[in-house]
């Protein structure tokens, strides 16, 4: 991953520590300039940013669901739950069609993160994603990431004996 600064250098290396150490090589994969992990039906995006030249944050995230339409009464209850949350908290990106993708994420400091505190908040975000999206499909329409995901993936080839 490429650094912007010296600060966001040394988080991106010790993210990747924690992260390996934490959860495996196996379960983070690395993919441009986020890793990723996959918990049930959603996946869990960890960047690392910087914050002015000497500071950096750890953005945790999830694309809860995708394609969905943008209504009140989604963005009720995105607004109802962001009150239940103790990590992180729901968005709402609308695209050009008019169609909303929830996002939910937490951000923590870079310079100061602790091993735990990644894990507290990579859990937190990949368990409220993968226990609300099918909530938010079955409620409100869309796809999960999973599905989105499988959506885009070719089919298997089938090879002749």
Known sequence: MKAKTEAQKRACEKTSEYLFA????????????????QEGSTFVYVRVLPVGAKQS???????????????????????????????GGFALAIDEKGKGT?????????ETMSKEELFVSVSAIARVADDLDDQIVTTFGGRTALTEM????????????
């Not at 196996?26 to 993919?31: E, G, H, L, R, Y």
């Not at 929830?102 to 870079?110: D, K, M, N």
Request: net charge negative; aromatic share 8%; hydrophobic share 50%.
């Open 22 to 37: 934490l959860f495996g090589e196996i379960n983070v994969t690395v993919f441009e300039e986020s890793f990723i992990l």
């Open 57 to 87: 944050c750890v953005e945790v995230s999830s694309h809860v669901v995708v394609d969905v339409d943008v209504t009140e009464a989604l963005m009720r209850f995105l607004l109802t739950n962001n009150l239940r949350l103790t990590l």
């Open 102 to 110: 929830v996002i939910l994420s937490h951000t923590i400091l870079g």
């Open 150 to 161: 499988q959506a885009h993936q070719a089919p298997p080839e089938y090879w002749e004996e």
